[in-house]
């Protein structure tokens, strides 16, 4: 018998589903922050008592682990990453902190500079020059290069990056620079902007090779130390890291690639959610994945999620392809506080696992979201995480009256409400943010909620933005690291070409993606690919004169691009164009900026399979009722179901309460909950 392990690093809590192709088992453990190979290795050992198995009985029976991490999340939130010394062109090495030049807060006259990543002593200028052509104009001084790497050898640089101008269409000089760093400085891990993003734009490519140099050795390390625990421990499988495009890969690959990590974990969810979505008949989907320390949300088109080309991470730019996930601090460990100006807030600050919540009982003291829906009757004390941390519910309501409702004049009631409410503007708001704000109806769209907070409060957040249908699986609270098994192999590329579409070398343009393409089934062979290979072509177009393009589907089913191919390519530009902006000029050049490629190595998924229906009739799962606030009806004596004891077809009226082991689910008044063939709650509006 062969098993499948997903693991979720989480800020607060490390989520797992295990399976052995019948019997899913999913689970939590504390995260250990400082340390996350401690809580993968409590993952492994609690799916193996569940199998009645030891660890290495597991593990040699283990065909895979997928792995999402937040390692380069933290990494660049805690500004901890290795001390890294930066390479460029003489007179630019002032590029990465002279930024775009834009505020970015208009009013803040008071906003520090980042912190720099790469301190001004360790960015060095050396004198070399290729033009926009690619030709050299000044050869690269290699005496500088070496005199630059002794210097940085001294004062103990851990990490190089190199970006050279116009590297992204001549790379000579940066790779000449990668073997000089070779011969006097060979443990030092080197990264080169023509590797990490041959693009356009100073400033993206010279923010994403820092990061990627400033992050990588500490992944490394880690996956490195990781993967030979589980060696050690008889892991014969393999272990697959979560990118934030949406695949997995190798860790080879990813110990080198820490910029293609950023988004791993949340990259996960919102992969199972475009799967599981599809499987109950829903393409369109806005993701909403509550944890202990955030609120991430994604949207989810025709069945593919929003990808974004450039993303802030810690004031950095990073311009690599990855899910586009917006993310706000509101979880369900977000501290609630009371500001200067006497005005209630909730978030950023998280009180994490240790000491969490009041209602732990772990010492903690200030009041959180987790503590006002304890309150507010969402949360049943005894059965939170399944029944593994009984709640104390005065620890929540001191801590509420003491920090909130004192200093506002309010009951501990009305504090928690002021809580609920102030936090769910802010996901509403975080929903609205990935749809109206980029030319999207939201209610043209289905709401999945998961993390273990994200169905308590779907409800009231749908019905703010105009959502009629929510989606909530079965493995909500566990769905990030469900998605790393339902994730394919993938590699994204991108070149920058620079073409006028009256004067295009087609046959440039055609080796530039063939190229591309090569590399990137070399990568997916040496990860371990075996199954299908689908390739997706995209160029960045734009109207002369603008500095920002449109990402446009280029539909070829040959490697080599055809007329027919590019003319289909520009008129999607002008609709795509007219759809985002409301104007286009179909009757005027347009200019091709980059190539871009996706190639997707095909995975068996691990999917529920369809379950039969039962009747509507949901009372064998009714336990009682109790006490729960809902804005139209205030407190309110609420039925409350076990979730464990429903069937497919199953019908429940609001308002009501779920309990499922690790997550609960609040049908408000006017709406209906069923549960499908593929164990998803859809919870609906009733007109």
Request: with cysteine; glycine share 10%; proline share 5%.
């Amino acid at each position: 018998m062969s098993y499948r392990l997903g693991i979720d690093v989480g800020g607060t809590f490390t989520d797992f589903v295990a399976t052995d192709g019948d019997h899913p088992f999913k689970g939590k453990v504390p995260t250990v922050r400082g340390d996350e190979s401690v809580s993968v290795l409590q993952a492994v050992d609690a799916a193996a008592a569940h199998y009645g198995l030891t660890r290495p009985d597991l593990l040699a029976d283990m065909e895979l682990i997928v792995l999402g991490t937040t390692v380069v999340t933290n990494t660049m939130l805690e500004y901890n990453g290795c001390k890294t010394g930066l390479i460029t062109t003489e007179g630019f090495r002032d590029v990465i902190e002279l930024r775009r030049g834009y505020r970015e807060s208009l009013f803040d006259l008071s906003l520090p500079a980042p912190h720099p990543i790469v301190p001004r002593r360790f960015r060095v200028g050396v004198p070399e020059r290729i033009d926009e052509n690619g030709l050299i104009v000044k050869a690269l001084d290699e005496e500088a290069v070496r005199q630059t790497l002794r210097e940085f050898g001294e004062a103990g640089v851990e990490a190089i990056a190199v970006m050279l101008l116009f590297s992204f269409v001549n790379p000579e000089h940066e790779r000449r620079v990668k073997e000089i760093a070779a011969e006097e400085l060979p443990d030092v891990f080197v990264t080169l902007s023509s590797d990490v993003l041959p693009q356009i734009r100073e400033f993206e490519r010279v923010s994403t090779t820092v990061v990627n140099a400033y992050t990588s050795p500490q992944l490394k390390e880690y996956l490195n130390k990781l993967e030979g625990s589980l060696r050690d421990a008889g892991l014969a499988g393999s272990l697959l890291i979560m990118q934030s495009n949406g695949g997995v890969m190798d860790v080879a690959y990813s110990g080198d690639h820490g910029v293609d990590a950023v988004l791993s974990g949340p990259a996960g969810g919102v992969v199972a959610a475009t799967r599981l979505g599809e499987q109950s008949g829903y393409r369109n989907v806005i993701t909403a994945d509550m944890g202990g320390t955030s609120y991430d949300v994604c949207l989810i088109h025709d069945g593919r999620p929003e990808v974004a080309t450039d993303q802030w991470l810690s004031r950095y730019r990073i311009a690599v392809p990855l899910i586009d996930v917006h993310t706000i601090g509101s979880g369900g460990g977000s501290v609630a506080w009371v500001d200067s100006a006497g005005a209630l807030r909730v978030g950023p600050e998280s009180a994490g696992a240790f000491p969490g919540p009041a209602c732990y009982g772990r010492g903690g003291e200030r009041p959180t979201i987790t503590d006002a829906n304890v309150v507010l009757g969402y949360i049943e004390p005894s059965f939170f995480v399944g029944g593994a941390i009984e709640l104390d519910v005065e620890a929540a309501r001191s801590a509420i009256e003491e920090h909130v409702a004192k200093p506002l004049g309010m009951s501990i009631e009305e504090a928690a409400v002021g809580i609920s409410r102030i936090a769910n503007h802010a996901m509403s708001d975080a929903l609205r943010f990935v749809s109206v704000s980029r030319g999207r109806d939201p209610r043209d769209y289905a709401l999945m909620a998961f993390g273990g907070g994200g169905a308590i409060s779907a409800g009231v957040q749908a019905l703010d933005v105009g959502i009629k249908t929510i989606l909530v699986p079965k493995n909500a609270s566990v769905l990030s690291a469900q998605g790393g098994l339902m994730a394919d192999f993938k590699v994204s590329r991108i070149r920058t070409v620079l073409q006028n579409s009256e004067k295009l070398e087609l046959d440039l343009l055609s080796d530039v993606l063939v190229g591309m393409q090569d590399e990137a089934e070399g990568l997916l062979d040496k990860a371990g690919s075996t199954l299908g290979v689908q390739v997706d072509r995209f160029l960045d177009i734009r109207y002369p004169g603008q500095v920002q393009e449109v990402i446009v589907p280029l539909k070829s089913r040959t490697r080599r691009i055809t007329k027919v191919n590019l003319s289909r390519a520009i008129r999607d530009f002008h609709d795509l164009h007219h759809q985002l902006y409301k104007f286009s000029r179909p009757g005027e050049p347009v200019e091709i900026v980059s190539a871009r490629l996706e190639l997707t190595g095909e995975r068996e998924p691990v999917v529920r399979k369809a379950l039969p229906f039962d009747g509507e009739s949901s009372d064998a799962a009714l336990v009682g009722e109790r006490t729960v606030y809902f804005e139209s009806l205030g407190f309110n004596d609420t039925r409350v179901y076990d979730g464990s004891k429903l069937k497919p077809g199953n019908l429940i009226l609001g308002p009501a309460v779920i309990h499922e082991p690790d997550t609960t689910i609040v049908v408000l008044p006017n709406q209906e909950a069923v549960l499908d063939q593929f164990e998803t709650y859809v919870i609906e509006v009733v007109e």
